[in-house]
Nanobody
């Protein structure tokens, strides 16, 4: 069983900054790509940023130059630093990970895509 636990988020004024973090845990876990998605009310979930195990990052056009993704492989943790936040960044932010864990009963590998529970980011005056 792989779990992703997010922290951070909250309420911030336009132009402010927030940081998100997400820790993945599981049996003999190997985390490949990790990323952040967001979903605003009435809208579809969209990719914000993703990062490979080797550190190659991609960003949505709307956040380029303002958001920075990073990760610590040894801690199975991904971060998202959000600067110069705008009201349109308001959404629930979800952590995502592509990972391989092992069944504790038969030691068989289990590859999957996993999601965190989501954390609210609200940007308003």
């Amino acid at each position: 069983q792989v779990q992703l636990v997010e922290s951070g988020g909250g309420l911030v004024q336009p132009g402010g900054s927030l940081g998100l973090s997400c820790v993945a845990s599981g049996s003999r876990l190997t985390v490949n790509s990790m990323g952040w998605y967001r979903q605003a009310p009435g809208k579809e979930r969209e990719l914000v940023s993703a990062i490979t195990r080797g550190g190659s990052a991609t960003y949505a056009e709307s956040v380029k130059g303002r958001f920075t993704i990073s990760r610590e492989n040894a801690k199975n943790t991904v971060y998202l630093q959000m600067n110069n936040l705008k009201p349109e960044d308001t959404a629930v932010y979800y952590c995502e990970a592509d990972a391989i864990s092992y069944d504790p009963y038969n030691d068989s590998p289990i590859a999957g895509r996993y999601w965190g529970q989501g954390t609210q980011v609200t940007v308003r005056s």
